[in-house]
């Protein structure tokens, strides 16, 4: 019977190293970013928004995004995170908006009684149409996933190509939170016929507002 040592010992001779030997250092990151500008940006992330059944708008003021998510409401109940570019906008002041929970019981009761969850973004990928949010006390990302409708704004500065750039950015997310949710669309699961249904674990809506001008 050949031993383990002996398959190994095998192994390592073929690659040319030694028992004990350390690893070698890992190699470099190899990220591509292409040169678009932000109108090719705004192109490909509202049409890869919109093949994966969400909604894209672009709003060229904090007022016009607030009267866009006012119109999306249409005065349904609304929780909304504590994110400053919400109040910057002017969302949290809608009528039918509750905001600045700082109990986590309040904040399930709310959400799972709201119709529409409001939350901002940290960054949007062009690419594949996904929405960045790192989850912080003002990002709860409790508001993004129970209510069935989400609705995010996000500054047009922060539209990125993809997900190379992202990591350019932010090499280690780890250090910036606890969790960076990709958010592609509304929640969607197939059984085993492949079926595909929306909004069984999460929001069966969701609508991005790119705000030009507003920097978060």
């Given at each position: 019977m050949i031993s383990r040592e002996h398959v190994l010992h095998k192994v390592r001779a073929a690659l040319g190293r030694t028992a004990g030997q350390p690893p070698a250092a890992a190699p470099p990151a190899r990220l591509s970013v292409p040169v678009w500008d932000p109108a090719e940006r705004w192109r490909r992330f509202s049409q890869a928004l919109e093949k994966l059944g969400g909604k894209a708008l672009r709003a060229g003021s904090a007022d016009e995004a607030r009267g866009y998510v006012q119109e999306l409401l249409k005065g349904r109940p609304a929780v909304a995170s504590n994110a400053p570019f919400l109040a910057q906008c002017g969302i949290t002041d809608l009528p039918g908006v509750?905001?600045?929970?700082?109990?986590?019981?309040?904040?399930?009761?709310?959400?799972?009684?709201?119709?529409?969850?409001?939350?901002?973004?940290?960054?949007?990928?062009?690419?594949?149409?996904?929405?960045?949010?790192?989850?912080?006390?003002?990002?709860?990302?409790?508001i993004s996933l129970l209510p069935p409708?989400?609705?995010?704004?996000?500054?047009?500065?922060?539209?990125?190509?993809?997900?190379?750039?992202?990591?350019?950015?932010?090499?280690?997310?780890?250090?910036?939170?606890?969790?960076?949710?990709?958010?592609?669309?509304?929640?969607?699961?197939?059984?085993?016929?492949?079926?595909?249904?929306?909004?069984?674990?999460?929001?069966?809506?969701?609508?991005?507002?790119?705000?030009?001008?507003?920097?978060?």
């Open positions: 509750r905001s600045g929970f700082s109990e986590a019981a309040a904040l399930r009761e709310a959400c799972a009684a709201a119709e529409a969850g409001i939350t901002s973004a940290d960054y949007g990928l062009a690419d594949t149409g996904t929405l960045v949010v790192f989850s912080s006390e003002q990002e709860a990302r409790l409708i989400h609705i995010a704004l996000l500054p047009a500065q922060h539209l990125l190509t993809g997900l190379d750039e992202l990591l350019t950015l932010v090499p280690q997310p780890a250090q910036r939170s606890s969790a960076m949710v990709l958010i592609t669309g509304p929640s969607r699961t197939a059984d085993i016929e492949q079926i595909l249904v929306r909004g069984v674990h999460g929001p069966g809506e969701i609508h991005v507002i790119v705000v030009e001008g507003k920097e978060s």
